[in-house]
């Protein structure tokens, strides 16, 4: 489902809480086609002046940009482009940079949603495990008697020692009212006793397949494991209305253009109510045209049908490799080959730290081909979850063996995360074509747990490797996989260059350092790259007009102050997209 690893897992939560909002949803994408009505021609609608950042070496600043159509049609001096500016022209000059619109390969908006108005208890928010108490505790009281309070983020991996949240526990913070808390893998809720009565849970309800309330002494300890006894909480929630689903994805997009993204992959469409999601989608970008372009990923995965027939749902609904508009194209075929490393549930080479156990894959050697199968079939670009080392190992041999019977189509197929791999493995990627794209911000919050408690030092150091993906000759993205962690991509190229953990700022392994220039190509034109969008990531002439305006120059910059740089503005097709 959503969270560090299972982000894109959402396996039998079809019936959650946000379903019967989202059945309301019109069954067929019905593009807007919102940039096609504009004729590109040679007087620009468009001027921009100031500090324009091309991300184009050859020439890396640029005082003037001309727009026409939603496309660059001059940069360069303000000499080179006025022959450009007439009547209609409208000029801008603002403060600060421009820069190139940014790119999130990989992000969820609907996984997301099944949390999204819940209290954040990540450990950016609450660093103790007394702050994630007292968090509860304020939460609760602002609440009305009987009132359900849910929590979302809640990651015991990083209050090592600490016990996890439990049904005696959540039933004296709030003796009142249902709680409902997430891991942040997503594997897990915690709830208390009035949760589980408001559920019609009790002692005596059977685990059901799959799914697992934990026990002691035949009383349920509150802890809740994976999402087919999950989703027999999730039905005792409070259900949002449509405007409420239309107002949250709102905001989760604007969220992203405030970090400077203009261009963002959702990486498991359809996860909660299939074409729906994508109709929804066209719907509400046809009232409003949304503050980011959004690729959509197709999942592949729905309790009780084969991806064959998940393939045949996704054609009949007229979803069809690079269908859409300029603004929401279907883009991608979504499989998730294993769970999350630090959730102990990644597909390890060797056992987690202290364990006998190194985690599985989600699928049999022949499942994993099928689901491959159904998307490269169609022709689609295929992503694949993978997070541990023998996660990535079993993908690549059903790439291997798969791929050379489908020709050279430069579909650019991808392994998610890709987080944990071995020399070879990355070798053997560039042979096929596949390329990685990294959560780094798995580093900054997670990195030290990884080293000390999940992994040990040397796997560790084997995270996120994105100079030795330069070296191999691949071309790798980063990613946020929100709300695994939040979309930032300065923050995650930040990373990549200096490889500091959050919790104690140690370098893991330097040798992955990569260069600013390597970091900044990874939330550009690689990632953009990846979702297919070549015009993108870089302004020159004939490339699209999605850019930002910013406080600073990441290019010319010192890597450790980019987190800090602001965006005020982004445009996207040369129109305005989001103000601050
Ligand atoms: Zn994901």
């Given amino acids: 489902m959503f969270s560090a690893t299972s982000c894109c897992n959402p396996k039998g939560l079809a019936s959650d809480h946000v379903g019967p909002a989202l059945r309301g949803a019109p069954d067929e994408p019905r593009p807007a086609h919102h940039g096609a009505a504009r004729p590109i021609s040679a007087a620009a609608d468009l001027m ?72 954040d208890l990540s450990h950016e928010i609450c660093p103790t495990l007394d702050a994630v108490m007292a968090t509860i505790r304020a939460a609760v009281a602002g609440a009305q008697p009987s009132q359900v309070v849910c929590f979302k983020n809640f990651d015991p991996s ?3 020692g600490e016990p996890v949240l439990t ?22 809720v915690y709830v208390n006793s009035l949760m589980l009565a408001a559920a019609g849970v009790t002692d005596q309800t059977p685990n059901p397949p799959g799914g697992t309330f934990e026990r002691a002494d035949g009383r349920m300890t509150g802890v809740v494991g994976e999402p087919p006894a999950i989703q027999l909480l999730l039905k005792g929630l409070p259900q949002p209305s449509m405007t409420d689903v239309a107002r949250y994805i ?16 959702e990486a498991a469409t359809g996860a909660l109510a299939g074409p729906k999601e994508l109709a929804l989608l066209h719907q509400l970008n046809a009232q409003q045209r949304f503050p980011v372009r959004v690729s959509t990923a197709q999942f592949a995965m729905v309790p009780g049908q084969t991806p064959q027939q998940v393939a045949a749902m996704w054609k009949a609904a007229g979803v069809t490799p690079f269908s859409g508009d300029e603004m929401l194209r279907a883009d991608a075929w979504k499989v998730v080959s294993d769970g999350s490393n630090q959730g102990r549930s990644g597909y390890f080479l060797q056992p987690y730290l202290g364990e006998d156990n190194g985690g599985k894959a989600d699928y049999t050697p022949e499942g994993l081909r099928d689901a491959l199968r159904a998307g490269l079939d169609d022709g689609w670009q295929v992503m694949v979850h993978t997070n541990g080392d023998a996660a990535v190992e079993f993908v690549l041999e059903a790439f291997a063996e798969l791929l050379p019977g489908y020709g050279d189509h430069d579909l650019r197929h991808r392994l998610e995360h890709c987080s944990f791999t071995m020399d070879d493995q990355l070798v053997r990627m560039a042979d096929l074509s596949v390329s990685p794209s990294f ?25 996120d490797r994105v100079a030795s993906a330069y070296r191999a000759g691949l071309r790798p993205s980063l990613h946020s996989d929100y709300n695994v962690t939040a979309v930032h991509p300065l923050l995650s190229a930040r990373t990549a260059v200096l490889r500091q953990t959050k919790a104690d700022g140690q370098v893991l392994n ?3 350092c990569a260069t600013p220039a390597q970091a900044l190509a990874a939330i550009t034109t690689n990632a953009a790259w990846q979702i297919h969008a070549d015009d993108r990531g870089v302004l020159g002439v004939g490339k699209a007009a999605d850019f930002g305006f910013a406080s ?9 102050g980019w987190a800090e740089i602001d965006f005020h503005a982004t445009y996207v097709d040369g129109q305005a997209a989001w103000e601050s």
């Fill in 48 to 119: 921009v002046v100031g500090r324009i950042v091309t991300n184009d070496p050859a020439s890396p600043m640029a005082e003037a940009m001309t727009v026409a159509g939603g496309r660059i049609i001059g940069i360069g001096s303000l000499a080179d482009v006025s022959h450009h500016v007439g009547p209609a022209t409208t000029t801008l000059r603002p403060d600060g940079f421009v820069l190139p619109g940014l790119v999130d390969p990989h992000m969820h908006i609907w996984t997301s949603l099944l949390t999204y108005p819940n209290v």
């Fill in 158 to 160: 990083l209050y090592p």
């Fill in 167 to 188: 049904r005696t526990a959540l039933d004296d913070l709030a003796p009142h009212n249902p709680v409902l808390a997430w891991n942040a893998s997503g594997h897990f």
């Fill in 250 to 265: 709102r905001e989760i997009l604007t969220a992203c253009a405030a970090r400077g993204v203009t261009s963002v992959r």
């Fill in 439 to 463: 959560l780094m911000n798995h580093l900054y919050y997670w990195g030290a747990a990884f080293r000390d408690t999940i992994l040990g030092p040397q796997r560790a150091g084997r995270l």
């Fill in 510 to 512: 330097a040798a992955e």
């Fill in 552 to 560: 600073g120059n990441p290019w010319q910059t010192d890597p450790a």
